[in-house]
């Protein structure tokens, strides 16, 4: 059963406050009623009441409603949420208008009619709620925003000379407004970036967004970020708001940018340009104030191909670039990682945590990680479920027999024709391992690119993250 509301009647005619009182109480509305302003302080302090009728006129004889206002300031001062009622003998247009503007939620003159007043004071009752409810739902925001940011400085972890660079960068650029490109492969860590960028600004209190573009559909681009009305297509059945609109005041990530396709570069240049945003099918610009992290795993120099990228807009978007090196190439930090995730993983499943063992320590460290630091801890995950024994040994994390050994010496023999063609070269039947292969080799040609991989494959960007995470790639 809902609370009954709790209304404040502060007028110094002891009249006026016995019939509101009276003709609230048969609306079960609850009332305190009092005669001097003087009290009022003292009586929201407690935050108890849901709005307040409060006279504007309080001396004897006044009737400029001097009062009522500096009382009017006072208490919107103590409470924003609470919805305030101003009502006198001596009103006009320029008084009600001035009231508004100074913060009161409606204007009622005496002597008021019973159903008027129940009807504004109605009104301000559910202002007063909504207001304490949008206040609530941005303390939850925030709070689980900081939440999430607390533990985000844990995750970047890296001690190794090519990590030195980035950090570097972070300490100059994050409390910046500058847009920011991440560069680097799958797995390297862009969004753990990205996110500890957001958490060093300004904005840190404020939404962070992320859109993965490489997994919308490109049908859905636009609706995606900009946002569409209703029935501007087909399956638009209601309004929707876009991701550039929701991260209004905070930090917008576009991961995977490289996938946008041009039409759609134009406009959201455009969007940055004069920063407003008008949704699919609609008409009015709806101002924004994003700031613009993104990332791609294309190499720049493909990037700077204007077949493929507007340069304009990637003058516009790397303000600052941050190009994260794969862990091959901070083999040294591998340790620390695994340690990271076994932490993790100890708390996800209640067990106790393993250290590696020293067997398998140089093998993991001597592994070039295709998939980067993203494989690195799926294999830590499935390591620490598989692992039977008090220490984590090579065979848990599933890697290939040769990892961490010496190559051995070529045989003198004339390499196979198809090993200078490019095909791939079997020396199994086994279809877990053709697969593993097959998917090492598309990464490998095209770089670490997902979606070109995933294409040359003949098989969707999600079903090769889902073969990556099986193989440890």
Not at 38 to 45: E, S
Not at 175 to 204: C, M, Q
Not at 208 to 235: C, I, N, P, R
Request: hydrophobic share 45%; aromatic share 4%; proline share 6%.
């Amino acid at each position: 059963m809902a609370e009954q509301p709790r209304v404040l009647i502060v007028d110094d005619d002891e009249d006026i406050l016995v019939a509101a009182r009276l003709m609230l109480k048969r609306e079960g509305i609850l009332c305190h009623t009092e005669p001097r302003p003087d009290r009022i302080p003292q009586l929201l302090k407690d935050g108890t009441f849901d709005a307040v009728l409060l006279d504007m006129n309080f001396a004897i004889g006044a009737n400029t409603g001097r009062e009522g206002f500096q009382w009017l300031k006072r208490i919107v001062e103590i409470d924003p949420t609470l919805s305030v009622v101003l009502i006198t003998a001596y009103g006009d247009v320029g008084t009600a208008v001035e009231a508004m503007k100074q913060g009161a939620a409606d204007f009622v003159l005496k002597p008021w009619q019973n159903e008027r007043l129940l009807a504004t004071l109605s009104s301000a009752l559910k202002l007063t709620a909504s207001k304490r409810e949008a206040q609530q739902s941005a303390a939850t925001t925030k709070e689980l925003a900081s939440a999430v940011m607390d533990g985000t400085p844990n995750s970047i972890i890296g001690s190794a000379p090519a990590m030195a660079r980035i950090f570097a960068l972070l300490d100059r650029a994050a409390p910046t407004e500058a847009n920011v490109l991440i560069l680097g492969e799958n797995g390297t860590g862009k969004e753990v970036i990205a996110r500890e960028i957001h958490r060093r600004s300004k904005r840190r209190d404020q939404v962070f967004v992320s859109v993965d573009l490489g997994s919308v559909s490109e049908s859905l681009f636009e609706s995606e970020l900009f946002g569409h009305k209703k029935g501007a297509f087909t399956d638009a059945k209601e309004d929707r708001v876009g991701r550039l609109v929701a991260a209004n005041g905070g930090t917008l990530f576009l991961d995977e940018i490289g996938n946008l396709p041009l039409y759609l570069q134009s406009k959201l240049l455009s969007v940055l340009e004069q920063r407003v945003v008008i949704p699919v099918g609609g008409t009015k610009p709806i101002p924004i104030d994003v700031r613009l992290v993104s990332a791609t795993n294309m190499p720049l120099e493909q990037l700077g191909r204007e077949d493929v990228f507007r340069q304009d807009l990637l003058y516009r978007i790397n303000t600052v670039e941050l190009h994260l090196p794969p862990l091959r190439d901070r083999a040294d930090d591998i340790p620390a990682l695994i340690d990271h995730f076994v932490a993790i993983y100890a708390r996800k499943y209640n067990m106790p945590a393993k250290k590696v063992s020293p067997a398998a320590l140089p093998r993991l460290m001597a592994w070039r990680w295709p998939g980067n630091v993203r494989a690195l801890r799926h294999a830590v995950e499935r390591a620490m479920i598989l692992s039977g024994g008090p220490m984590l040994e090579a065979d848990d994390f599933s890697l290939p027999s040769t990892a961490g050994q010496a190559p051995a010496a070529p045989a003198p023999t004339a390499a196979p024709a198809a090993a200078t063609t490019g095909a791939l070269v079997l020396d199994t039947l086994d279809l877990e391992a053709v697969e593993r292969e097959a998917i090492r080799k598309a990464l490998s040609k095209h770089q670490g690119n997902i979606s070109h991989a995933a294409q040359d494959l003949g098989i969707t960007r999600a079903s090769l993250y889902r073969r990556m995470e099986k193989h440890g790639l």
